[in-house]
């Protein structure tokens, strides 16, 4: 914003703080790379702005947010993948399942040197178990990594199985 004198900064973020657009998280897991699903692209099978919010809400703590560090999740709502979903180190994908939001959960995907399309985990999930899906991915990465490994080197290392066996715990 080059055109917000400095003495009007600590007002400005004020407001936006109050409307939820000043978190600082560029960098992080919630700076998520994610189309208009539903909401506003008549393509789409299913919506991703409410479910990216969800996800936003469930890591509300930013000490959490900054151990995970550089981890990027894409969600588009449909094929098309305007959201580049397969290649997100998290990658979700709304599908439609007889008229219902379902969403397809890939891994490991880079669109950085080293490129790669994410695998996928398993069978589409429904819309209302995508954030709890998300979180145990969350977990398992933080309580299996070595120290100060990424989520990529770590997926690259020991695969997408401990991450699937927890996601489909309960199936």
């Known amino acids: 914003l080059a055109d917000v004198k400095q003495a009007d900064l600590f007002a400005l973020w004020q407001q936006l703080d109050a409307l939820k657009l000043a978190t600082p998280n560029i960098g992080t897991v919630t700076d998520m790379i994610c189309c208009p699903g539903l909401d506003f692209c008549s393509l789409a099978n299913a919506g991703s702005i409410g479910v990216a919010k969800e996800i936003n809400e469930a890591l509300d703590d930013m000490d959490y947010i900054h151990d995970i560090g550089d981890l990027k999740i894409n969600m588009s709502g449909c094929m098309n993948g305007c959201a580049h979903q397969s290649v997100g180190h998290i990658g979700i994908l709304g599908v439609d399942k007889k008229g219902a939001e379902w969403y397809q959960l890939t891994l490991g995907g880079s669109s950085e040197n080293q490129a790669a399309i994410g695998e996928r985990l398993g069978p589409a999930i429904a819309k209302d178990q995508v954030t ?40």
């Open 132 to 171: 709890k899906a998300i979180t145990t991915i969350l977990d398992v990465y933080i309580n299996q990594r070595l120290d100060d490994e990424s989520f990529l080197d770590m997926v690259n290392r020991v695969g997408i199985t401990p991450f699937k066996e927890q996601v489909y715990a309960d199936n």
